[in-house]
């Protein structure tokens, strides 16, 4: 009989950057899956793979004078040579500059067509120029600004291709709401809340802006815009509509596909319409997981940024700590749906608490008992004692705790029930008191039992853990006696399979302490390097003049000028907006009686960096309502190179009130 299939996917990644800690949750998280499910006798295919077009790399390769696909492969083999380094076992890696790709997406784009679900039309909305980047008036910021960079947009059209998003809002709805297909559910309310219910929009699937993509088989003026080509890749990588592969039926329909929540909609709504469209089978689960944000030193958490320099480099981890206690780590913090922040502390903490001391020291503390006492090879007399029931009740249920875990994507949860038994494990050891049985010859049938026990415990616990942890687990194996057949998925479902007469290997500690404070002291430090290098390169790409101003705004008469009342005034107090992550609210004494004002710069400042300082406010400005609070005038603030914003402090002596012209 046939073995029966399970298909997972990674997003395919832009090439636009070195990967880092955060590009990896997601690809050992299904890493992890793919090599469980492979024990477990499923046919898996696991795909990663690139997404390699777009108008961003097109300008990125012309900034470094190299085409498109040359400046591409240069990332890629970096994104590879990640995967090889973090033991990511893909089955296939697909570019979406493959030939074969290319072919499928143009006659998936034709189909579309042909059904009349994707027509010609005039793309209009707000457009960024530094960006070139067109927004929906919902996507802007609390200013109506571009949301990326946050300068203002302006109202634009453009000639393109819409696919029809209507026809499939109800059946959509269903699948989110009425079936399983999303992970975690609590996330459809939102989605149906915010997309489906307010009528779903068509989607522009089509530009002529730039040319780095699928050409439109028909109208060569234009490429295909980013996500037909993308999202076919979950099945042009198993030879739909191409000849390259022919494992579309084998297959299609994914097990599961894993993607971070920024790109959650585009996966809940827009994959399952274009396929609803082309009458092909929904793929029949979506999991989606939070970010790991990283935890700077006051303790709030920032999004990874080059530009901000916290991006955490999986090569340097791995290096210090080993491979398997960083996959360990990002997947044991990360609850699916929730973000996670990291911070250098709390993984060496993890590291430490689960890895040194709870598992490693179980198998070097057994180890070298077994060692001790019996030499390495255990004698096969055996006394059963208080304690052992329990402690064999408990490690054999942990397969099928974890088994339900890996179908439904919890991984976190996974390694928490791994860890009940390696906890179990350990408190046995204090239970049973080992070191006192080995003094007394009279007991040697009861001490063998108990390192029996926890031989065969750690046997079981190291199968289920390699698929986290896929190169110390044959260490373990090697040092616990255990042959490649005693570490099957079937066996660890049983206990008593390692022979009575077994014999250990002392070997290397597996997880070694790591020194807290001198370790924090080296990781901080290349932190602060790097933020600062960042901080340097802004400066230097704005001195080299790589900062791109924003377009210049037409043309006005003084008196058009006059209209805006611009005055200084001073931050009497400052404090965050509840519910936004962007808005800061001033009380400004504006030598008219005080005001207040609310500012979409608390990305950029803390509150306590503006009390005190004067600032220069349009103080004529209609009142509006910000996050359900009112701003009596907006402050002024200049671009940054980094897409940020900085406020424009004048003359500190000049008085509240004083008018600017
Ligand atoms: N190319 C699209 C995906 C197309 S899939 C048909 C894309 N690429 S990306 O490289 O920008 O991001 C890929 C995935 O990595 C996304 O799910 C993104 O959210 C995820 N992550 C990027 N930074 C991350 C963290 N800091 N933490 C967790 N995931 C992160 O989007």
Redesign the pocket.
């Known amino acids: 009989m046939d073995k029966k299939t399970f298909y997972i996917t990674t997003?395919?990644?832009?090439p636009?950057g070195d990967p880092?800690?955060?590009?990896c949750?997601?690809t050992v998280a299904c890493d992890s899956i793919a090599r469980y499910k492979r024990m477990q006798g499923y046919d898996v295919m696991f795909l990663t793979g690139t997404?390699e077009h777009g108008q961003k790399i097109e300008e990125k390769a012309k900034d470094k004078g190299v085409t498109p696909k040359q400046y591409v492969d240069e990332i890629v083999d970096i994104f590879k040579k990640l995967w090889s380094y973090m033991n990511i076992s893909y089955d296939r890696y697909i570019r979406t500059t493959d030939d074969y790709h290319i072919e499928s997406v143009q006659k998936i784009f034709k189909e579309l067509y042909d059904r009349g679900y994707i027509y010609k039309g005039e793309y209009k909305g707000k457009y960024c120029t530094p960006c070139e980047s067109f927004w929906t008036e919902t996507q802007l910021d609390e200013n109506g600004c571009c949301p990326e960079c946050h300068r203002p947009v302006k109202e634009a059209a453009e000639e393109a291709y819409f696919f029809k998003m209507a026809p499939f809002a109800d059946r959509i709805e269903k699948l989110l709401t009425e079936t399983d297909y999303l992970r975690p559910k609590t996330r459809a309310v939102e989605l149906v809340n915010n997309f489906i219910k307010p009528g779903l929009e068509d989607l522009c699937v089509s530009r002529t802006s730039f040319t780095w993509g699928v050409p439109v088989p028909f109208d060569g003026k234009h490429v295909v815009y980013?996500?037909i080509d993308?999202?076919s890749?979950?099945i042009t990588a198993l030879g739909y509509k191409n000849e390259a592969f022919d494992e579309y039926s084998k297959y299609w329909p994914a097990d599961v596909h894993m993607?971070?929540?920024?790109?959650m909609r585009?996966?809940a709504i827009i994959w399952p319409a274009m396929l609803m469209a082309l009458e092909e089978p929904l793929p029949k689960h979506l999991a989606v997981?939070?970010?790991?944000?990283f935890l700077n030193k006051k303790g709030e958490e920032q999004?990874?940024s080059k530009s901000l320099g916290n991006v955490v480099d999986p090569f340097m981890l791995g290096e210090r700590y080993g491979v398997d206690a960083i996959r360990y780590h990002i997947l044991r913090e990360m609850a699916l749906g929730a973000d996670s922040a990291f911070s250098n502390e709390i993984m060496i903490n993890r590291i430490n608490s689960d890895l040194a001391n709870g598992f490693g020291n179980l198998v070097s503390r057994t180890v070298a008992m077994a060692d001790k006492y019996f030499g390495g090879t255990l004698p096969t007399e055996r006394e059963e004692g208080e304690f052992d029931s329990s402690l064999i009740e408990c490690v054999s249920a942990v397969r099928g705790r974890v088994d339900l875990c890996i179908d439904e994507t919890r991984l976190k949860n996974a390694l928490e029930e791994i860890f009940v038994a390696v906890d179990r494990a350990n408190k046995y050891i204090d239970e049973t008191e080992p070191w006192k049985l080995g003094k007394d010859e009279s007991k040697k049938a009861r001490l063998a039992t108990v390192l029996y026990n926890l031989l065969e415990s750690i046997r079981v616990i190291s199968t289920l853990l390699s698929a986290f942890m896929p190169t110390a687990m044959p260490k373990v194996w090697e040092q616990i006696g255990a042959g490649e057949k005693d570490v099957t998925y079937d066996n660890a479902g049983k206990f008593g399979v390692l022979p009575a007469d077994v014999t250990v290997h002392k070997g290397e500690i597996l997880f070694p302490r790591i020194d807290l404070e001198k370790e924090i002291a080296e990781l901080n430090a290349i932190i602060e390097k790097n933020m600062a290098a960042a901080k340097a390169k802004l400066g230097a790409d704005e001195a080299a003049g790589a900062f791109a101003p924003a377009e210049l705004a037409p043309e006005i008469a003084i008196d058009d000028f006059a209209k805006a009342d611009l005055r200084v005034a001073l931050v009497k107090s400052c404090e965050k907006v509840k519910k936004s992550k962007k808005l800061l609210c001033l009380q400004l004494d504006d030598g008219f009686g005080g005001r207040q004002v609310v500012s979409g710069i608390a990305q950029w400042y803390e509150p306590e960096d503006l009390v005190g300082k004067k600032i220069i406010i349009v103080a004529n400005l209609k009142p509006a309502t910000l996050c359900g609070v009112e701003s009596q005038g907006m402050i002024l603030a200049a671009d940054t190179p980094d897409g940020g914003a900085a406020v424009v402090f004048p003359d500190q002596s000049l008085p509240c009130g004083s008018k600017i012209r």
Not at 259 to 263: C, L, S
């Open positions: 997003p395919i990644y832009y636009s880092h800690i955060g590009h949750y997601t997404d980013v996500w993308a999202l890749n979950y993607v971070a929540k920024d790109i585009f996966h997981h939070g970010w790991i944000t999004k990874m």
